[in-house]
């Protein structure tokens, strides 16, 4: 279920009241606002299992995409004055900063802080965006955009099974997922989709890694019922085997099939020695084939699911089923199946479909900070300061230029300008901007000033909102960032003082 964000010391309002009702009502702080995600162990345990859960394939993570609300470059970012200040500047030091290292680093080292934060949107999709952890005091927050937090074009939606995995790589996480607890942001955002408060920070649950459970095999019923990772195989049976499979399900059962490797007579299903069989076909002759049980028709659910294979196995098969090889470089054959029937004489084999679950064991990896580390914090900086942006870009430039694929993480560096950017069109008046190539995907990627390559620490002073293309040329070659101020640091000390812990019992 997707919820409001609430003011913060304000009572639960109708949806239909936020915008209008909130601004003239009394509340504790006017300035930060906050919403449960999983609100206990039970919950995060069950959002873990969703991302992380292995099947025969691969999991959730693996099939997210980046969350793009917006498919070209923002217009009309123009700039102009600067930025003032409203108040004393501040900082929080970065987990481990006390260490000295002597080493001068010259290239850039990635930090182990960033990773991707995951959640379903609100239209049902696996989407991710980029995020960081950062200091607090129970070592268990981490910072991204606001728009990857909740959904402001659709009516504040909080967005369902959130999670960060700090270091990702290939649908693995390699430090264990973080499922969010509380988030908190600027009221004005939450309320106005203010994004000059395009920010949030994630109070985090510890850490957690799904053990590689072994493979139950269970009844169709069961397996339908799982809401975790399961698969299926064929496996060859004889006649025998199969006519008792039938006779124990009462005539046609999904469990036992029969296969035909050609069609040369087909009869009708009231034909007193009729066998429904499969024959396999190639996609195209798929989609052609019409739906209904009919002879030809669509044998929908033994078909369209990609099945993961070795390069050698892909390179050697030269059956119809369809050749693939998707955006992650993995080799996967997608059998499709149309079904007849005919005379028991004209049946070649026989088959049985094992239905399994895997339920894997849950262990705790720790708090997220102590784990990866976390990035400072500060605020009511001056601008021109260098800064290093970290994310994952992953879409095309609005040419249709795909320069990322958002597997590994990038960076751009440079400084920040000393002018604001502005855009009536997302209600932005107060960007700060830096000359950056990246792309969406990279939504919430921390930018970190005084950053060390040594220590892989910096401070925390904007996330990635917004993406424009300057110079028109149909790439994108500015990112935008809301200014990091005394607000910005109210909200922050807030969710840092919050605390979350572990989820395993």
């Not at 997922?177 to 939450?190: L, Q």
């Not at 066998?275 to 669509?298: I, L, R």
């Not at 990627?445 to 293309?469: H, I």
Request: with cysteine.
């Amino acid at each position: 279920m997707k919820r409001i964000l609430l003011p913060a010391g304000g009572a639960v309002l109708a949806t239909g009241l936020l915008a209008a009702g909130l601004a003239g009502t009394a509340h504790a702080n006017p300035d930060w606002a906050y919403d449960t995600m999983a609100k206990d162990a039970p919950a995060a345990v069950d959002v873990a299992k969703f991302w992380l859960a292995a099947n025969e394939h691969t999991n959730n993570l693996a099939k997210a995409t980046p969350y793009t609300w917006e498919t070209k470059a923002t217009p009309s970012l123009n700039a102009g004055g600067g930025y003032t200040p409203d108040g004393k500047p501040g900082t929080v030091a970065p987990i481990g900063e006390e260490k000295k290292v002597a080493a001068k680093i010259k290239n850039v080292n990635l930090p182990k802080t960033i990773g991707k934060v995951f959640f379903v949107d609100s239209e049902g999709q696996l989407k991710w965006c980029s995020g960081t952890s950062v200091q607090s005091k129970y070592r268990n927050l981490v910072a991204t955009a606001g728009h990857c937090v909740y959904d402001d074009k659709k009516n504040a939606s909080v967005a369902d099974n959130w999670a960060f995995v700090p270091a990702y790589y290939q649908g693995k996480a390699p430090y264990g997922i973080y499922v969010g607890k509380t988030a908190y942001t600027h009221y004005d955002y939450s309320v106005f989709n203010d994004r000059d408060k395009d920010y949030a920070f994630v109070t985090v649950y510890n850490g957690v890694q799904v053990g590689g459970g072994t493979p139950k095999v269970v009844s169709k019923k069961d397996y339908d019922a799982f809401a975790g990772a399961k698969f299926t195989k064929d496996v060859a049976i004889t006649e025998a085997e199969y006519q008792k499979c039938k006779d124990l399900n009462g005539g046609e059962t999904s469990d036992c099939w029969a296969k035909a490797d050609t069609i040369k007579d087909p009869v009708g299903p009231g034909h007193p020695d009729a066998v429904k069989v499969y024959e396999e076909v190639t996609k195209e002759a798929y989609d052609k084939a019409p739906s209904g049980e009919v002879n030809g028709g669509k044998a929908v659910a033994k078909s369209g699911v990609p099945v993961n294979v070795t390069k050698s196995e892909y390179d050697a098969y030269t059956g119809p089923g369809y050749k693939k090889i998707d955006d992650k470089g993995n080799y996967t054959i997608t059998h499709y199946f149309v079904k007849y029937w005919v005379k028991k004489t004209d049946v070649k084999s026989f088959y049985k479909t094992v239905f399994y679950v895997v339920d894997g064991f849950i262990q705790d990896t720790g708090h997220l900070g102590e784990v990866v580390g976390g990035q400072g914090v500060t605020w009511n900086q001056k601008t021109g300061q260098t800064v290093f942006v970290f994310g994952y870009p992953a879409d095309a430039h609005p040419d249709g230029n795909k320069a990322y694929t958002g597997v590994t993480p990038k960076y751009c560096y440079g400084k920040t300008s000393g002018k604001v950017y502005v855009s009536a069109a997302e209600k932005v008046e107060e960007h700060i901007g830096l000359k950056c190539p990246m792309t969406p995907g990279a939504d919430g990627s921390p930018w970190l000033v005084k950053y060390s390559s040594a220590k892989r620490l910096g401070y925390l002073n904007g996330v990635t909102s917004l993406f424009g293309d300057q110079d028109k040329n149909g790439r994108y070659d500015l990112s935008t960032s809301p200014y990091f101020d005394g607000e910005t640091a109210m909200i922050y000390n807030k969710a840092a003082a919050v605390w979350s812990g572990s989820i395993v019992k």
